[in-house]
């Protein structure tokens, strides 16, 4: 079983301003163990501290205290270089807001993550065109970012992020700016990445219709779990 284990946190504390007079806790000893290939949300409110989590998660912050294992990696004792890697290989991120590089392609955008992991120029052309397919947005390579809409940016995101294979799909609230209907397409997507691909998945989201199409649900308050259920595991029918 623990070689199943992808992400494990224990006693997760995030403290700001540590030492200060205005020192700010934001989680209290998060425990999380996330096994491959499950698709998992954790759900709460605004300021219930899932934005501190994802940022740990994700390995673009460390934890003030607790212990901290990604796929294998001890994240409390890495280096900033070995972090950098991690999240370039390890972890493929879907933001809200898309981030996409406004001044080049869709394609070149999906190319990015294998350009700083060295991927040869051919492979690395060849491999974002058969992921902008996997998405349905091959008719859409050449197009800038601004002359797509929300859900075809969303995507154009959903083949960055799986542009090295990554270990694990950590997606922020990636339907908040769209429409019901372009939504229902996005997670569609991710069950389709799950299911046929065998992606870990990791959804953070203030929705309950959404968390309850996947497999597991954490529910967060007040920078703490407060409770854990099973999902749908599928889209609603």
């Known amino acids: 079983m623990k070689d199943d284990v992808i992400i494990e946190a224990r006693n997760v504390v995030k403290r700001y ?3 200060q007079p205005n020192e700010l806790e934001i989680l209290h000893g998060i425990d999380l163990r996330v096994l491959k290939g499950e ?3 954790i759900v709460g409110a605004s300021g219930s501290g899932k934005s501190t989590l994802m940022n740990i998660i994700g390995v673009l912050d460390r934890p003030t205290a607790g212990s901290y294992i990604l796929d294998g990696v001890d994240v409390m004792a890495a280096k900033d270089a070995e972090l950098s890697e991690i999240r370039n ?3 493929g991120f879907v933001f809200q807001t898309y981030n996409l ?3 080049t392609s869709a394609l070149k955008n999906v190319e990015l993550p294998m350009l700083y992991a060295a991927v040869p120029r051919r492979k690395r052309i060849g491999r974002a065109k058969a992921l902008m397919r996997l998405v349905e947005m091959e008719e859409r390579m050449q197009h800038k970012p601004d002359e797509l809409s ?3 940016k969303q995507r154009v995101a959903i083949a960055r992020a799986m542009a090295n294979d990554p270990a694990i799909i950590l997606a922020d609230e990636p339907t908040g700016a ?3 209907k372009t939504g229902r397409m996005v997670m569609d997507l991710f069950h389709m990445l799950h299911k046929e691909r065998g992606k870990t998945i990791v959804l953070i989201t203030h929705s ?3 968390a309850e199409e996947t497999e597991r649900i954490l529910t967060l308050s007040d920078g703490m779990f407060v409770g854990e259920r099973k999902g749908l595991g599928h889209a609603p029918v």
Do not use: M, N, W
Request: hydrophobic share 40%; aromatic share 10%.
């Open 150 to 152: 929300g859900g075809q």
């Open 208 to 210: 309950p219709e959404l």
């Open 39 to 41: 698709f998992v949300a």
């Open 178 to 180: 769209l429409d019901t």
């Open 101 to 103: 590089i406004s001044r």
């Open 17 to 19: 301003y540590v030492g």
């Open 89 to 91: 290989q390890k972890i």
